[in-house]
């Protein structure tokens, strides 16, 4: 799983910067930069779990970096029926990261220290180390460098096993097979030592240019009838620096073929591969390929012998802003790195820029050959580990969000014509019903013209407002007619103006009747008004249930405050009357108040004392009462302006307990909308 | 392959970490916490579980650091064991078995072979403070029976005991008075605070207290939230105290900062407050720390506090009050309203954290990954007041849609209920609030369910109420000329003889909605949302109910109330069958057509694994908790495993987890302890050696080559090499704290000229002197650097008496000239 090195000037170091998923879940992503940090993020909550920066960090950048096989972790025991044991949920636990320096130096982090747990020096190299590989099983490193030779550290001991000279150049690659037998290096050739005694077991041709990547694809022979050697039959890739083909190669029994047997094409140098393991024949490979200019490609293919055209991906991902406004384009975000997930349907993806790199699951679809994702990562900017107290993700609560109140159409269902049965007479119905309309409207329009012409009186242009107002949607017109607070008006323009218009009247006033209360209150007169002059015309409509019913739901939902609002009101009044009328007796009675024995006592000092702190006490009390009483006459005026409903009580000041009955009695509006709605 | 290995229950995740007070290690690199049966080893710089001691047969009460050895660490349970930990490697390396239960532990440096420790051992509720001796012996399991008792009738708790400036006293408190002990003397005072106060107050009881580490100073907490510092103890009569007061309500713990100079105390403000030299002026304070501090405790080096909260987190803060790293588990600060979920995205375990948010838990690694605020806003920590309650919640569509009710009921009339429906934005990574529905019922919502068909085009949602009604949201669209969006709406709402809607589910194609209303259940068509057919068997409200997968999709399966479970069979709307089992948890398999079922009896809670074509179990296990289990959730797996055995079948494809009253997680695994549990010896285990610096270039490599020629020339020759550490300059380089040093430009040729050899200056006779006297001085060395002074005197006492004058060889001179040749401005450059 190594990556390439952050060389720059060096036109044949791979692209790149040196990353890696940590084994297993893939629950961390280590990437070190270019500037010499080491961050590692967490791909679940895409976190920066910690940050290191090596000593020498600016002379000896890490070229590339490798995660320890994870170390299992005792970290479960059995629940005895006594007392259960805390046991604690299993995960196998990876610790150690191995990152190779630019000078030669093996450095050993500890993830779950936070620490460099070790520095592999001695006896090593003393030039770039180009790639590093943990062995499965027995704590060994591999690493190659520049210097030509391959090492085999221990681990345990952080000393040099055995060195030896792994090519003539440069060795740019290392890959351990899957049985843990062999190594295969990519230098100017690729080849298969047999790691027991070091020899070269195969050759193979390699590529042009320095191999960034070498990676084992099976780990079973395809052909199963012959007995596995361990090597034998297996297959692997191969990518190199400025290559756009990556090879396949397979391992055979004879030393003849050296050339490879397949190749996958990609738009771009390889920068990250990962692939997942086929376990058996049937089963294909999945291959990710991340290439330099930011796009991933998949490719899934079952391995079995020769190819002679190079294949195309199966599926191309890429990523883009959304590109905000018109003039902006959508701008492609580099992908830096892609994993698959363990169930092998989904892939991590790392995107963005490495400092702040944004790591995704995509669930793969096999069947769209493009995938392009539109990410909006222009918000996500923190570039330090993360120290908040509480791991608090605010969802964004905006004002665009729907709100939904009772009344509100969408709050309740919708009331539908009911009887399906007889669906046919009414449709009938409503085309003659619509024939007519038509032939009424034109002909209520050379009424109102006619009209129009007749009259000169202010009421006489309301109504032809209000329909022209009606027909063309008209805002301000509508306003100019419905904000009117003369009842009489109002009267006048219902009665003349024509039936048509009645049901988009309605639907007008129901519209303006949820939003503020305060044109509520205008609206409830309209509404009134309509429903008693027009009933007899509404009763005609068969589709009237449907029509209104968001406006009964409306008036439904309103008066069932209605009652707790009228309790409140009660109980002011009854405040209010008993302020006033203790107001009223304390002015009465104090002055007129006298005493029918007076006995004195021989010291009257004290006494007008004690009237003066009286009569302070009661100034004081006066004053308390009347700023406790505008403030409840303010009150009232709010609550009443709320309340749409009450609107007949608007003098309700001096009223006393009593009034509250007749208030609910006189709920006017609700037994006419019973009566519409049969 | 498992066929003889059995289901085991075990805990996974999240377990508590806030039972008692953290303990740092002497370096400050890890942090130690009891959890459950084990104790915790974490990392202060990288919030990682180092460790995991385990070996305790009962709860951890207490651990404390070896006085005598700082790498080892003592621990004390329920179980009657005190036992000795190794626990950079994660060893038991002792057990000492005292034979009754140990509820708190206390080391003392100065008291060197016995621990203190609070048993109760006659009455239930007396708890005593005892001395206990460990005798020192090599046998892994050593009986410690010797006990001496100091103190009777104290609290419980561990904080409220304290000893005091260099365990000459302890101090224990309760109720109303500090009972102050002095081991010399051996005599106790009490000091009580005056009863008419207690009446008039009522609220001063103790609650905690703390010893300053060098001077006579009590530190005590009160309910009240009041720190009294009480001076002058020693005097029945005269002693004194002071009154902090910042707190507003009761102080849940006190501590001594390792110099004394300040003191920490928190609360349920969760606001970590620093007293500078006890006085009320010079306060710090460390504010929005999430939850009620439940303890503080200080590390040895001195440079980090740490907090434990009620919200299961610990959090590590610098000396100059800055959190640096936050220890969070599983949140179990309040009760589970919405249940188990999975949420389809990140695969995470989602349930009610935080007051007032969702949290996010991922099993696999064992780690909270955030909390999600649903309903914004300020939580006000105040007794007595009525929360919004976060009390549904369901994810819909493969996870863009979740839906969240929450609640406030102040009064039986009075319910403020909202409906919240947040879309996930794949461009933003996050949730985006789409509709708020206000007041969807009228009176509480029972159940909430996403029809989450494949195939169905229409985002659907169902809510069921008790207000008899259950209504139908469907997803709508509500572009218009200015924005294209989309909202829900109320489709559908459906009632049943005004009878209170209890659950609601759809079937797997999404083609059908059962609704139970109380004892019935109703079946819709959720096309036409015509009612379809009803169920009922008489035998109580229907507490769960869903429909069969799969194979069995035909089947629809109730609970009820009565412990009758049901089967309903779709097509032939007939019963199919049913069992007498008291249900209280029912979830179906996403995965396979299995549902597990689990009951609860007098004695315990037991699993029944049943497909609903078949009345008999698959899988029967008897006992796993003793608790309430109150939710349960299938979690599919993502690499499925492969059981041949049938009992295990129904574990392959997903993994079932669920939660206990005391909220603590537990699921079933196959896997035989012995194979999880790792030996260390197969652990990776990479040796430490840590790469070279200059100093190592002046100071390692001289003494390691000095000890190669040790070893060489012990014999014959007279070693007269001065060492390095036993150099005054050096050592008072190494040693003076950096701010009372001169520059380094003075400093630097008295450091070089100390590293030269002078024989005019140094005589032979001085040298033991000198390591003498540094000995004295470094009382702190390690025992390895103790002994390696030993022995250099040792040779240097041996070689005085033979007299012989040292020769320098050529290469030692050589190397030394070279010293003198080094450029060392760079020291001075520092």
């Given at each position: 799983m190594a990556a390439g090195g952050g060389?720059?000037?060096?036109?044949l170091a791979p692209a790149g910067v040196p990353c890696a998923f940590s084994p297993h879940s893939q629950a961390y992503f280590a990437l070190a930069s270019t500037d010499g940090h080491l961050r590692v993020w967490?791909?679940?909550?895409?976190?920066?779990?910690q940050e290191y920066v090596p000593s020498a960090h600016l002379s000896g950048t890490c070229t590339c970096l490798a995660w320890a096989p994870a170390r299992l972790q005792a970290k479960e025991s059995p629940q005895r029926k006594k007392r259960k044991s805390e046991a604690v949920g299993t995960s196998n636990q990876t610790d150690l990261l191995a990152l190779g320096t630019a000078v030669g130096s093996i450095l050993l982090y500890s993830t779950v220290k936070?620490?460099?747990?070790?520095?592999?020096?001695?006896?090593?190299?003393?030039?770039?180390?180009?790639c590093i590989q943990w062995h499965q099983d027995s704590g060994c490193l591999y690493s190659c460098s520049d210097d030509k030779h391959i090492v085999e550290w221990n681990v345990q001991a952080c000393k040099v096993k055995c060195k030896w000279?792994?090519?003539?150049?440069?060795v740019s690659s290392l890959c351990i097979s899957p049985d843990g037998k062999m190594l295969l290096s990519a230098g100017r050739t690729i080849k298969l030592w047999v790691?027991?005694?070091?020899?070269?077991y195969r050759h193979f041709t390699g590529h042009?240019?320095?191999?960034s990547s070498l990676m084992f694809?099976?780990?079973?022979?395809?052909?199963?009838?012959q007995p596995f050697?361990?090597?034998?039959?297996l297959y692997f890739l191969s990518g190199a620096v400025h290559d756009r083909l990556l090879n396949v190669w397979q391992v055979r029994s004879e030393n003849k073929e050296k050339s490879a047997v397949m190749s996958f094409t990609v738009t771009?140098?390889?920068?990250y591969i990962d692939l997942t393991l086929s376990e058996n024949k049937e089963e294909p490979v999945k291959l990710a390929v991340v290439c330099r200019d930011g796009q991933v490609h998949l490719f899934e293919h079952i391995l079995n012998g020769y190819c002679k055209k190079p294949l195309t991906s199966n599926c191309t991902i890429q990523i883009a802003t959304p590109?905000?406004?018109?003039?902006s384009t959508p701008k492609p975000i580099p992908i830096l790195a892609a994993g698959f997930c363990s169930d092998k349907m989904s892939l991590l993806l790392v995107y963005g820029s490495w400092f702040q790199p944004t790591i995704e699951r995509v669930a793969l679809n096999?069947?769209?050959p493009h995938m392009c994702l539109v990410r909006d990562i222009?918000?996500?900017?923190?570039?330090?580990?993360?120290?908040?107290i509480t791991k608090v993700r605010t969802p964004v609560m905006n004002s665009e969000a729907k709100v939904l109140v009772p009344?509100?159409?969408?709050h309740h269902a919708a009331i539908k014509p009911a009887p399906p049965q007889t669906k046919q007479v009414e449709s009938k119905r409503k085309s003659g019903g619509n024939e007519v309309s038509i032939e009424e409207r034109l002909g209520a329009m050379d009424i109102d013209a006619r009209k129009k012409g007749k009259d000169d009186l202010q009421t006489n242009s309301f109504p032809v407002l209000l329909t022209q107002g009606l027909e063309s949607n008209d805002f301000e017109m509508l306003n100019k007619v419905l904000q009117t607070r003369n009842v009489n008006l109002i009267k006048k323009t219902v009665l003349r103006m024509?039936?048509?218009?009645v049901i988009p009247l309605l639907q007008e006033l129901t519209k303006r009747l949820q939003g503020h209360p305060n044109s509520a209150v205008l609206m409830v007169q309209w509404l009134k008004c309509v429903l008693t002059v027009h009933a007899s015309y509404l009763s005609t409509l068969p589709d009237l249930v449907p029509q209104l019913g968001t406006l009964y739901q409306l008036m439904e939902s309103r008066v069932k405050t209605f009652q707790k609002l009228s309790h409140l009101h009660g109980k002011l009044i009854l405040l209010i009357t008993q302020v006033t009328a203790s107001e009223k007796t304390k002015g009465a009675t104090s002055p007129g108040q006298k005493a029918k024995l007076v006995y004195e006592e021989e010291s009257s000092e004290e006494e007008s004392d004690d009237e003066i702190a009286d009569k302070d006490s009661e100034d004081n009390w006066d004053e308390d009462e009347e700023e406790s009483e505008s403030e409840k006459d303010e009150d009232i005026d709010e609550e009443e302006d709320e309340d749409a409903e009450g609107k007949?009580?608007?003098?309700?000041?001096?009223?006393?307990?009593?009034s509250e009955k007749e208030l609910n009695g006189d709920s006017d509006l609700d037994p006419e909308n019973e009566s519409e709605e049969e | 392959m498992v066929d003889e290995e059995t289901i085991r229950v075990v805990r996974c995740g999240g377990?508590?970490?806030?039972?008692r007070r953290a303990v740092f290690s002497a370096d400050s690199k890890y942090i130690f916490c009891v959890s459950g049966d084990f104790v915790k080893v974490y990392s202060?710089?990288?919030?990682?579980?180092?460790h995991i001691l385990h070996g305790h047969?009962?709860?951890?009460?207490g651990i404390q650091l070896n006085p005598n050895n700082h790498l080892q660490l003592y621990s004390c349970s329920l179980d009657g064991t005190i036992k000795l930990w190794d626990y950079i490697d994660g060893i038991l390396i002792k057990t000492f078995i005292v034979g009754c239960k140990l509820h708190a532990l206390f080391t003392v440096a100065?008291?060197?072979?016995s621990v203190f420790a609070i048993v109760n051992k006659e009455k239930p509720d007396i708890f005593q403070l005892v001395s206990v001796k460990l005798p020192k012996s090599s046998s892994q399991e050593v009986e410690a029976k010797e006990l001496s008792f100091v103190?009777?009738?104290?609290?419980?708790?561990?904080?409220c005991i304290a000893f005091g400036n260099e365990g000459v006293y302890v101090a224990a408190v309760r109720e109303f008075y500090l009972s102050v002990y002095f081991f010399k003397k051996k005599t106790t005072s009490r000091f009580t605070l005056s009863s008419s106060r207690n009446k008039k107050h009522?609220?001063?009881?103790?609650t905690c207290v703390a010893c300053h580490p060098t001077e006579d100073c009590i530190a005590s907490g009160h309910m009240d939230g009041k720190i009294r510092l009480w001076r002058n103890f020693y005097d029945d009569k005269k002693y004194t105290y002071t009154c902090l007061h910042w707190?507003?309500?009761?102080?849940m713990d006190l501590a001594f900062s390792v110099t004394g100079t300040s003191l920490l105390s928190g609360g349920c403000e969760s606001v970590l407050v620093e007293w500078r030299d006890a006085t009320e002026k010079n306060k710090e304070f460390l504010p929005r720390l999430g939850a009620t501090i439940e303890h503080i405790s200080v590390s040895p080096a001195g440079d980090l506090f740490c907090t434990s909260h009620s919200d299961n987190k610990i959090i590590i803060i610098h000396?100059?009050?800055?959190?640096?790293?936050v220890i969070q588990?599983?949140?179990?600060d309040r009760s589970i309203f919405t249940g188990l979920m999975i949420?389809?995205?990140?695969k995470a375990l989602v349930l009610n954290g935080k007051p007032g948010h969702l949290q996010f838990y991922s099993l696999q690694s064992d780690k909270q990954l955030y909390n999600l605020d649903i309903i914004q806003q300020e939580y006000i920590n105040d007794y007595g007041l009525i929360q919004i309650e976060l009390t549904k919640a369901a994810f819909g569509c493969f996870g863009n849609w979740l839906a969240t009710v929450e609640q406030r009921q102040?009064?039986?009339?009075e319910l403020e209920l909202q409906m919240k429906l947040w879309m996930y934005n794949k461009k933003t990574q996050g949730f985006i609030l789409n509709t708020k529905i206000n007041m969807p019922h009228e009176d509480c919502i029972t159940a909430l369910c996403f029809?989450?068909?494949?195939?169905?085009e229409q985002p659907t949602l169902v809510t069921a109420s008790k207000d008899g009604y259950f209504k139908v949201w469907i997803l709508t669209d509500d572009s218009d000329i200015y924005k294209k969006t989309v909202g829900w709406t109320c489709d559908f709402v459906g009632s049943y003889h005004k009878y209170q809607a209890t659950n609601c589910c759809f079937s797997e194609d999404g083609s059908l909605l059962a609704v139970s209303f109380e004892e019935i259940v109703t079946i819709w068509?959720?096309?036409?949302?015509?009612?379809k057919c009803t169920f009922c068997?008489?035998?109580?409200?229907?507490r769960h109910l869903c429909f069969g997968r799969l194979?069995?999709?035909?089947y629809l399966l109730g609970a009820t109330e009565n412990g009758i479970l049901c089967c309903w069979n779709l097509l032939s709307c007939a019963l199919e069958w049913n069992a007498k089992l008291n249900v209280r948890v029912m979830e179906p398999d996403p995965n396979s057509e299995n549902i597990a079922a689990i009951s609860q009896s007098s004695v315990g809670s037991d699993l029944f694994v049943f497909k609903p074509?078949?009345?008999?179990?698959l899988y029967i296990q008897k006992g796993i908790s003793r608790e309430e289990v109150q939710w349960g959730v299938f979690v599919p797996r993502d690499v499925p495993e492969s059981f041949t055995s049938e009992a295990y079948q129904w574990l392959n494809r997903s993994q079932f987890y669920f939660l206990t009253k005391s909220q603590s997680l537990l699921t079933f695994s196959t896997k035989s302890p012995e194979e999880k549990l790792t030996p260390t010896s197969k652990q990776l285990l990479a040796e430490e050696s840590l790469p070279t610096t200059p100093f190592y270039f002046i100071l390692g490599k001289h003494r390691q080559h000095q000890d190669e020629k040790l070893n060489e020339t012990l014999e014959n020759e007279l070693v007269q090499l001065p060492l390095t550490e036993n150099i005054p300059a050096v050592s008072e380089l190494l040693h003076t704290p950096a701010h009372v040093l001169p520059s380094a430009a003075f400093l630097c040729s008295m450091f070089v000229n100390s590293l030269l050899l002078s024989k005019e200056t140094k005589s032979a006779k001085e040298i033991p002197e000198d390591v003498d006297m540094e000995e004295e001085k470094e009382s702190e060395d390690s025992d390895e650097e103790n002994d390696f002074i030993e022995k250099v005197q040792d040779t240097n006492n041996t070689g005085l008496g033979e007299d012989i004058i040292h020769q320098l060889s050529k290469s030692e001179e050589k190397e030394l000239r070279k010293f003198r040749k080094i450029d060392y401005s760079w020291i001075a450059a520092l």
């Open positions: 060389g720059s000037g060096d036109p967490e791909t679940a909550n895409n976190r920066l779990h936070g620490e460099l747990h070790s520095k592999l020096v001695s006896g090593g190299h003393d030039n770039r180390v180009n000279k792994g090519d003539n150049s440069s790691l027991e005694t070091k020899e070269v042009a240019t320095p191999v694809t099976t780990i079973r022979p395809p052909n199963e009838s050697d361990g090597i034998t039959g771009d140098e390889p920068v590109g905000k406004g018109k003039k096999s069947r769209e222009s918000n996500c900017w923190a570039p330090k580990v993360e120290t908040a009344g509100i159409p969408g024509p039936l048509h218009t007949d009580e608007e003098n309700g000041e001096d009223r006393d307990i009593a | 377990s508590e970490l806030n039972f202060t710089v990288t919030e990682e579980c180092v047969r009962n709860l951890v009460t100065q008291a060197e072979d103190l009777d009738y104290i609290n419980q708790s561990p904080k009522a609220k001063n009881n103790f707190h507003h309500d009761m102080v000396r100059n009050l800055e959190a640096s790293a588990g599983l949140v179990k949420d389809p995205r990140t102040e009064k039986e009339t029809c989450n068909a494949e195939k169905s068509d959720s096309v036409t949302w015509e009612l068997q008489r035998a109580g409200k229907i194979t069995c999709s035909k074509s078949e009345p008999r179990p």
